[in-house]
Nanobody, 122 residues
């Protein structure tokens, strides 16, 4: 059973930065695509970014391109989401997820983390 634990959320002013971490355990790190999703109050969960480490394939939602960067540290079995130039509309619960590429891209990954809150004040 793969387990995903997010950390790094918090409160930040608009224009600021945060780095989220997703620690992966219980599986072979390279076997899974790791993605980040977010859900704002009253809105549907949306895919933010995902990474296929083995193929070097990366996806970003248009709303975060140029501001967010996804990366992985294989030695630590951890995937990061560096979020810069944050906007109030980036506020939400951010979830880490793992699975096959098209499952993650389709919003139906095999595994989910518990989420971490990101709040961007104006």
């Amino acid at each position: 059973e793969v387990q995903l634990v997010e950390s790094g959320g918090g409160l930040v002013q608009a224009g600021g930065s945060l780095r989220l971490s997703c620690a992966v355990s219980g599986g072979t790190f390279d076997d899974y695509v790791i993605g980040w999703f977010r859900q704002a109050p009253g809105k549907e969960r949306e895919g933010v970014s995902c990474i296929n480490k083995g193929e070097g394939r990366i996806f970003y939602a248009n709303s975060v391109k140029g501001r967010f960067t996804i990366s992985s540290d294989n030695a630590k079995n951890t995937v990061y989401l560096q979020m810069n130039s944050l906007k109030p509309e980036d506020t939400g619960v951010y979830y880490c997820a793992a699975g096959l590429w098209w499952h993650v891209r389709g919003g139906i990954p095999e595994y989910w983390g518990q989420g971490t809150q990101v709040t961007v004040s104006s």
